[in-house]
């Protein structure tokens, strides 16, 4: 049984350029959640997608976007790259958005921006 | 605001010791908790929840966490830490109970379990 995967695992961007991100949910879920990780630091909510509608969405500028297709799958989009985006970017899925339902992650893909 | 504070940066626990990982919340209602694990160049791992019902819950590798709510606090603990135990602990609150949402997490707890 597949876990939620995510790729690619590394990628190094510079300033300005655009990047997508893509997360395979955890067989069975339907529920996509990005996050933003930063060294040192929690992981901060991007959005979550649900039948592939935006649901709810953490203070993020419009420069990050995402998509879920109708397999579940998600991508996440980020334009006009900024140093300050460096961080590891985290998919979770889950089934469902209740809350009783725990988020499973990937391991994530480390951008860097030079 | 929901919000979950982790008050140790570092917890440091020789082999064989009980460990706890302490937690606080603060939520407008009731509380929606997890732990989460994160072991180097890997994303997080779900230990444990309480949702509802008895305070004291049992999740995975043998930790359990106690729920308090007079205390808002939801701290982690193993009777007996192993070297492996060693790693990043996140401790998690559910957003918008009523409508599933985002977890909110804490800063983050270090575990250095030493032989």
């Known amino acids: 049984d597949a876990g939620v995967t995510q790729s690619p695992t590394h990628l190094i961007k510079t300033r300005g350029q655009q990047v997508t991100l893509r997360c395979s949910p955890k067989?069975?879920?339907?529920?996509v959640s990005w996050y933003q990780q930063a060294l040192g630091q929690g992981p901060q909510f991007i959005f979550q997608?649900?039948?592939?509608?935006?649901?709810q969405r953490g203070n993020f500028p419009d420069r990050f976007s995402g998509h879920q297709f109708p397999n579940y799958s998600s991508e996440l989009n980020v334009n006009a790259l900024l140093l300050g985006d460096s961080a590891l970017y985290l998919c979770?899925?889950?089934?469902?958005?209740?809350?009783?339902?725990?988020?499973?992650f990937g391991d994530g893909t480390r951008l860097s921006i030079l | 605001a929901q919000s979950v504070a982790q008050p140790e940066d570092q917890v440091n626990v020789a082999e064989g010791n009980p460990l706890t990982v302490k937690c606080t919340y603060s939520v407008s209602g009731n509380p929606y908790l997890f732990w989460y694990v994160q072991y180097p160049n890997r994303g997080l791992q779900f230990l444990l929840k309480?949702?509802?019902?008895?305070?004291l819950v049992k999740g995975s590798y043998g930790f359990e966490a106690e729920f308090n709510k007079s205390q808002t606090s939801f701290h982690l603990k193993k009777p007996s830490a192993l070297v492996s135990d060693s790693a990043l602990y996140f401790c998690?609150?559910?957003?918008?109970?009523?409508?599933?949402?985002?977890?909110?997490f804490g800063q983050g707890t270090e575990l250095s379990v030493k032989p």
């Open positions: 309480y949702i509802t019902g008895d305070n």
């Open positions: 997608y649900y039948e592939e509608e935006e649901r």
């Open positions: 067989s069975g879920h339907d529920t």
């Open positions: 998690a609150v559910r957003d918008s109970p009523n409508q599933g949402g985002k977890l909110i």
């Open positions: 979770a899925s889950s089934r469902g958005t209740g809350p009783n339902q725990p988020q499973h």
